[in-house]
């Protein structure tokens, strides 16, 4: 399959795969907690409210298999996410620091494996929309969970469904980009590929040295094959729309040009719009669409996923926003009405003045055209859309190159597609911390 098929197509119904399973907004990480599944609930019925769904073909992805899982994460590791409940913790306590489970960040719930499953589907069938060629755009909100390592949870995150779906995509694009616009670091991501030249990791983030999680600094630039394969764009507290655009379409110019990739994998973290619960930046949800307009242009395939976000009213807002762009669908600023209207009070509104004059900013010109030239030499050393003979597969995964048959599409095990598409209500309990 080459890219060339899809140049010149435009972005009908039958291009843009939407997945969504109803049951997956009901999981509840516990009282208290910053990421709420629930807000996968409202986003979903904002898409519906403004007739997005009639331009999507929407899907109901199957669970993940476990052999699916491990083709990126260690199996002792997969294992342990499938016995432990909250329940039996007690029992497993001598793993869970191994595992990084049990503390604040990343709670033992009630069905935390089959949540992992339910997501990580998601954005493996998207990828396979795409290799397939039956769609040009493939959009799983409820994925994006870029934190988690090979053999361990980290950040709110469990199963890395972003490296895997990156890996279905490997086999049939020769280079993949990934592309984070979460506040936080896309670390977990750009370890699992910080060896390979056939996946470009980007990444835009808040970084300090001390913010979560630590990692993202200019110089960590990939290793061995994959030197130079790994663009940090650190950034500081209170960035603009126009400071972000200017960097995001500066940087990302540079790297489809020399990089090449036949496709491209978005991370849509909504933590780094203004107001966030956990964020720092300052950007509007038009700011923060403008970056899934721009990569869309390209008119190569495309994967949205999620992330961050814990103002949930927010990430309603914006996930849908940027759905309407994908779709090429104007939406009316005062929104329609849907069951979880309250939420968006006092203003009712898709694009609310959620901006701070008096944030902070420490984002000069002069500190953005610093970062922008050095990524720019790194660029340098990259051979311009090398030769699928010269790149390498990430150490780790080695079923890649075993030349395993990849499930048919439309198989028993496949998606199923959903033509009676509806509204859902499956908001749990401390759910309306908004």
């Known amino acids: 399959m080459t890219v060339a098929r899809f140049r010149g197509l435009k972005h009908s119904k039958d291009q843009v795969a939407y997945f969504l399973n109803e049951n997956i907004s009901a999981f509840h990480y516990g009282e208290g907690h910053p990421m709420k599944p629930a807000r996968l609930a409202l986003t979903h019925n904002l898409v519906c409210a403004y007739g997005l769904h009639k331009k999507m073909t929407a899907f109901r992805p199957r669970a993940a298999t476990e052999d699916e899982i491990t083709s990126f994460h260690e199996a002792d590791y997969v294992e342990f996410l499938k016995r432990i409940t909250p329940d039996n ?4 306590s001598k793993y869970l620091h191994k595992f990084n489970l049990g503390v604040d960040d990343c709670p033992v719930f009630d069905g935390l494996y089959r949540f992992c499953s339910m997501y990580t589907g998601a954005s493996l069938e998207a990828a396979r929309k795409l290799t397939s060629g039956s769609h040009q755009i493939a959009i799983n909100w409820s994925g994006g969970l870029h934190h988690a390592k090979k053999w361990e949870a980290s950040g709110f995150c469990y199963i890395n469904d972003i490296v895997i779906a990156i890996l279905e995509l490997l086999r049939t694009f020769p280079r993949v980009v990934y592309v984070d616009i979460d ?9 699992a590929f910080y060896r390979s030249n056939r996946v470009m990791t980007v990444s835009f983030h808040r970084y300090d040295g001390t913010f979560f999680p630590g990692t993202g600094d200019l110089s960590e630039r990939g290793a061995g094959p994959g030197s130079n394969f790994a663009i940090n764009v650190p ?8 400071q972000y655009s200017y960097i995001f379409k500066a940087i990302m110019t540079d790297v489809m040009a020399k990089f090449q990739p036949g496709a491209i994998v978005l991370q849509c973290g909504a933590d780094s719009l203004a107001a966030d619960r956990l964020g720092s930046f300052n950007l509007s949800i038009e700011g923060h669409g403008a970056c899934v307009k721009f990569m869309k242009s390209f008119n190569i395939p495309l994967i949205l996923v999620g992330g961050g976000g814990y103002t949930v009213r927010n990430v309603a807002r914006a996930w849908t926003y940027e759905t309407s762009i994908i779709t090429s669908s104007p939406l009316e600023n005062q929104l329609p009405d849907n069951p979880y209207m309250a939420y968006y009070a006092p203003d009712y509104l898709l694009h609310p003045p959620i901006q701070d004059s008096s944030i902070p900013n420490g984002n000069t010109r002069q500190k953005l055209d610093q970062v922008r030239e050095k990524v720019a030499e790194y660029l340098r050393y990259v051979e311009s859309a090398p030769s699928v003979m010269m790149q390498e597969i990430p150490p780790g995964v080695e079923k890649l190159e075993q030349g395993l048959e990849v499930d048919k599409v ?12 509806g509204l859902f209500y499956p908001i749990s309990k401390d759910s309306g911390n908004q």
């Open 183 to 191: 506040v936080h670091h896309g670390d977990g991501v750009q370890e």
């Open 235 to 242: 950034l500081t507290t209170g960035i603009t729309d126009a």
């Open 410 to 421: 439309e198989d028993e095990l496949g998606d199923m597609r959903v033509d009676d598409i």
């Open 89 to 92: 913790v007690g029992a497993f």
